[in-house]
């Protein structure tokens, strides 16, 4: 699709040069230089001399293989199958990579945001392999890998981000009034130990501002499909969600201030659930006096007890109300575990989401592997590849206390596919980057998404949730 304009480009370009060229060459065989330098620097009319000297024979040479090279790496360019040109996209993203490691972590993050919000980043073409594809909650999503909260807190780039590649991204967290968050400097990168020190707290745009850019791209995907000609399907299970080719969801966080956090995570339900696939409750950032409080069994049940009223009693259609997810910490003993395990099974929730990346879900531990960083000492949550084997015990523990019945999400130091695997084997239905990804950039998600497919097939699984708790089933 993208080769026919270029070829149609470079066409037109190869005909003036070639038509330039006989034009140079009835000027007494300067050659195409020459016959730039007589076309544009000969005497006028008036015979006036010309101001600019001849082009050396150097300079002839050198034009003419320029234009060689753009007219023969243009040709090959737009030869080149779709996919191909995609994966060099996404590799060339590789070199852009180091100019951002460069800046100030919390200026590359905006930076990063804004790019994908202008749609300067590749868009995947290809399609993934089959055996990513999965059902949950009664949506499909092409591909098991997603991203985590805390990297578009206030929805500047959804489409952007869905078109990278990932099966689902997640925005926010979001809380209903503006708050800038904790004083800068608030983020650390430990680049030896691939983690991240974060102690944002909540910083967000509020839930007005969310939902008028939700808003504005759900009235995008909603005008897309009634002017598609695409005939209807059968299938009862919808493609995409409601922001696009991937699903959407929506972190809910309580303001610093508030001291009603039932109001604040109600007041998110009923003003951002309408443009969520999935809706996210988040008791478990670190960065947020008293918010792990809400972890304990009685307020944990309480809490959501009210959230979902909230949902239910608002007006649905046919898919009925987005699912309801818990995030919870990893600094959890295994009795906060049993309790939540239990509000969830007594509740019925559609799932627990367990184990997000930087702003929450992070851990205030800091494991052996970067105890001997200097910036070690900074108080805030630590993801990315130390928090791995904690994050996955307690995915493990928490797959196995609620009997594989609730669908959870695995997060915390996936940086690979292998990685990725391994949380699914120990009880992940689907898992989100968030660390990995400000590292490795856009070229990661193609890589990781191909070692996971690779990693199914080489264990004879025929799909993902075929493989998901394997290692304890």
């Known amino acids: 699709m993208a080769a026919m304009p270029l070829k149609r480009l470079l066409g037109g370009f190869v005909q003036r040069t070639a038509a330039f060229s006989q034009h140079a060459a009835a000027n007494r065989g300067m050659g195409l230089g020459g016959a730039l330098a007589r076309r544009f620097c000969s005497s006028s009319a008036t015979g006036k001399a010309s101001k600019i000297p001849h082009l050396p024979k150097k300079g002839r040479l050198l034009t003419g293989a320029t234009l060689g090279l753009v007219i023969a790496g243009g040709a090959y360019v737009s030869t080149v199958d779709e996919a191909t040109f995609c994966g060099w996209m996404f590799d060339?993203?590789?070199l852009v990579n180091p100019f951002f490691a460069l800046l100030d972590p919390e200026a590359a993050h905006k930076l990063a945001v804004s790019a994908a919000a202008r749609g300067w980043v590749p868009r995947e073409k290809r399609h993934d392999a089959p055996v990513l594809e999965l059902e949950v909650w009664g949506r499909k999503f092409s591909n098991p890998v997603g991203l985590a909260?805390?990297?578009?807190k206030n929805a500047e780039a959804v489409e952007g981000l869905l078109a990278l590649g990932f099966g689902f991204i997640e925005v926010g967290s979001v809380t209903p009034v503006p708050q800038e968050g904790n004083p800068k400097p608030r983020i650390f990168r430990l680049r030896q130990e691939g983690a991240i020190i974060n102690r944002c707290g909540f910083n967000s745009e509020g839930i007005v501002a969310v939902a008028k850019r939700l808003g504005a791209q759900h009235g995008k995907r909603k005008l897309a499909e009634t002017s598609s000609t695409a005939p209807p399907t059968n299938d009862d299970v919808k493609q995409g969600g409601k922001a696009g080719p991937g699903i959407l969801g929506v972190n809910l966080g309580k303001n610093k201030e508030s001291e009603d956090a039932a109001s604040d995570y109600v007041q998110g339900v009923h003003t951002l659930s309408q443009y969520a696939d999935y809706l996210v409750i988040n008791v478990s950032s670190p960065n947020t006096p008293g918010l792990r409080t809400l972890q304990g069994?009685?307020?944990?049940?309480d809490l959501v007890k009210k959230i979902q009223a909230a949902r239910d009693e608002m007006q649905w259609g046919e898919e009925g109300p987005p699912p309801l997810l818990v995030k919870i910490a990893p600094d959890l003993s295994k009795e906060d575990l049993e309790d939540i395990a239990a509000v969830a099974v007594a509740l019925?929730?559609?799932?627990?989401?367990?184990f997000g990346q930087i702003i929450s879900n992070t851990t205030i531990q800091r494991p052996d592997a970067v105890r001997s960083d200097p910036l070690a000492k900074e108080t805030g949550g630590l993801s990315g590849k130390p928090l791995f084997d904690l994050s996955t015990s307690i995915l493990k523990e928490m797959y196995m206390l609620t009997r594989g019945k609730i669908p959870l999400i695995g997060c915390g130091g996936v940086s690979s596919g292998e990685d990725a695997y391994k949380k699914i084997r120990a009880g992940a239905t689907l898992v989100q980057l968030y660390t990995a990804f400000a590292y490795g950039g856009p070229a990661l998600i193609?890589?990781?998404?191909?070692?996971l497919a690779g990693c199914l097939e080489r264990d004879g699984f025929k799909s993902v949730i075929e493989a998901v708790g394997a290692d304890y089933r």
């Open 92 to 94: 060339a993203t590789k």
């Open 149 to 152: 909260a805390g990297f578009d």
């Open 446 to 451: 193609p890589q990781i998404k191909a070692e």
């Open 348 to 354: 019925r929730l559609d799932g627990l989401y367990t």
């Open 297 to 301: 069994r009685k307020q944990l049940k």
